[in-house]
């Protein structure tokens, strides 16, 4: 499949009539980035998913940004298609825009700074936003470097903007959030999901890099949730090139966690967060 | 019983004096458990004392006229390639621009990946028994407000004179600190900044030693005449 970035002039356009057909006759191509219409049409459905379940179906350009507010109790796959992605993910209760992912209680409160299965995303009201309920990606995840700016990718690439080839990531979240009609303050530090950093002894950062094509992480919306993607180079990226590749996004009507699930009591920290975040819910009438 | 102690004065504090010397511009005494704020302007130097030792002084920075630019733990941490503030680092905004420079600094390493605590999150750590202990967001929301200033300003902070190691295997926590009475950071505004520190209250972790004590904040103005 190709990367359709536009094909151009192809006929004439001189009347409506002709600028019509010739707009209609540009429809039906397959490229590689795309949503696909309705969700259960995905090419990509992920393996022991109806279909009919899907709610979101999509393959996010590299560099690109996406962006949902989805039902509580929603599952979401992200898949690193070629090994290239990087998905910097913020996550907004749909419930309070104050209320959103809040990264240092996120390592804090498991007291763990790496992201992996079971891992509690934590917003700043001691409440799980989602969690990660799968981790095919062997931990390369990061929590602690966020995403590029205008100013690092303008040093670094020669442009950061989003229309030019080498957007920074926070460019990106700051339009999948005007899209969710939030602002720039509302976009707090980011989780970045397929790219791994690792700290030394003396707090060196390590890069880790990815785990390689088809990697992937599932997440579950503990509450109604807006979430915001950027998929754009990581920070420390050594790749002098941009390092970017297509990420797929599913999401599917499934179940919020529950005590059954073994990441609910794994530790008291997090028990009492999904307290919380039941309380929080049963409250609003919301089950 | 809620229990809210705080040493307001031992024998033992030490407020030091300003690490860069210059004309005085503002000498202020943060109460254990208090909020506080102040433009500081491009150019002049922040001290902040940790008058009675392993004190943490949680800390937020905004560009003084555009608040929606504010400081970036992230953007800090990967611009430097590495987790800890030590002199020298530069503390960047969410869009990667310099707001303040640590341009001294007498604790071997300082934190900014350990966030501040909150009533909610303290439910969390200690037991739902803390929830009416008071914490650094709410200082943060209240000195926040009076700059038009709310939750959703509240982002990843810096702790100054908290302790945060990192393991090879990710575990990670607040411990005992490195600090002692006296024990200053330096901070140059490289631009008008609004500084907001919250002197922590917490009483459940040893960012404070579980003692609450003053900080001083000395601005000086190093071009002005002393």
Known sequence: MSNDLGAGRRASTATPAQARDDARGRAGTAVEAMPYLPPSSSPHVPDGVDPGDLVWAETVAGPGYAHATLARGSRIRLEDVTGDACAHVVLVSALQRSERLNVADTQKIPWQAYLGAGHPLLSGDGRVLATVVADAADGRHDAFCGVTTLASNHARYGAGEAHSATPAGRELLRLAAAKEGLAPRDIPPSVSFFKGVRVGADGALEWTGGAGAGAAVELVAEVPLTVLIANAAHPLDPDDRYRTGPLRVHAWAAAASSPADPWWTATPERARAYLNTQQHLLARGIR | ?226
């Open chain 2, 1 to 226: 019983m809620t229990v809210t102690w705080a040493t307001y004065e031992a024998g033992y504090f030490d407020r030091s004096e300003a690490y860069v010397a210059g004309a005085a511009v503002l000498d202020h005494e943060i109460a254990p458990r208090a909020g506080w704020s102040a433009v500081v302007r491009a150019g002049h130097v922040l001290t902040l004392v940790d008058v009675g030792g392993n004190q943490s002084g949680d800390c937020l920075i905004y560009d003084a006229v555009d608040h929606e630019e504010r400081y970036s733990a992230q953007a800090t941490i990967a611009a430097q390639r590495n987790a800890y503030l030590v002199e020298g680092s530069v503390l960047l905004s969410d869009e990667g621009r310099a707001l303040m420079t640590v341009v001294g600094n007498e604790v071997e390493r300082q934190d900014t990946i350990g966030g501040a605590c909150s009533k909610e999150s303290n439910t969390l750590r200690y037991g739902h028994h803390t929830m009416f202990h008071h914490a650094c967001r709410e200082n943060f929301l209240l000195e926040g407000a009076r700059h038009g200033l709310g939750p959703r300003d509240l982002v990843s902070n810096i702790n100054w004179f908290m302790n945060v190691p990192v393991e090879a295997d990710g575990t990670l926590g607040i411990v005992d600190g490195m600090s002692a009475p006296g024990k200053r950071v330096a901070l140059r505004a490289e631009r008008d900044v609004l500084v907001i520190i919250s002197n922590c209250p917490q009483v459940n972790n040893p960012c404070n030693d579980f003692n609450p004590t003053p900080l001083r904040a000395i601005v000086t103005d190093p071009e002005g005449r002393a």
